[in-house]
Nanobody
Framework: VQLVESGGGLVQAGGSLRLSCASS????????MGWYRQAPGKERELVAA?????GSRFTISGDNVKNTVDLQMTRLKPQDTAVYFC?????????????WGQGTQVTVSS
């Protein structure tokens, strides 16, 4: 299973970005998809997940037929700067697995 993210970039504080993630490869019955982020010197943290939702500024949406998940980020702040990772867990023909994308950089300038 491969997860490919897109949509990162540079945005000014107060702006918006939309991240997208698509899965491909093995037949994959997804249990959960979500987004994490990791800022320099900090641990990776959960941003939003399909089952648990996001915060007031971040909206997550998914398509369980296409196995895609998007993250709409609004009112971005400089502290949102991080590498954002797509994550998916579920079953393939090989059994249960937890998968990560390669990450996409989000930089919010003040």
């Amino acid at each position: 299973v491969q997860l490919v993210e897109s949509g990162g970039g540079l945005v000014q504080a107060g702006g918006s970005l939309r991240l997208s993630c698509a899965s491909s490869g093995s037949t994959f019955v997804i249990k959960e998809m979500g987004w994490y982020r990791q800022a320099p010197g900090k641990e990776r943290e959960l941003v939003a997940a399909i089952l648990s939702g996001g915060g007031s500024r971040f909206t997550i949406s998914g398509d369980n037929v296409k196995n895609t998940v998007d993250l709409q980020m609004t009112r971005l702040k400089p502290q949102d700067t991080a590498v954002y990772f797509c994550n998916a867990s579920g079953w393939t023909t090989s059994g249960w697995g937890n998968y990560w994308g390669q990450g996409t950089q989000v930089t919010v300038s003040s």
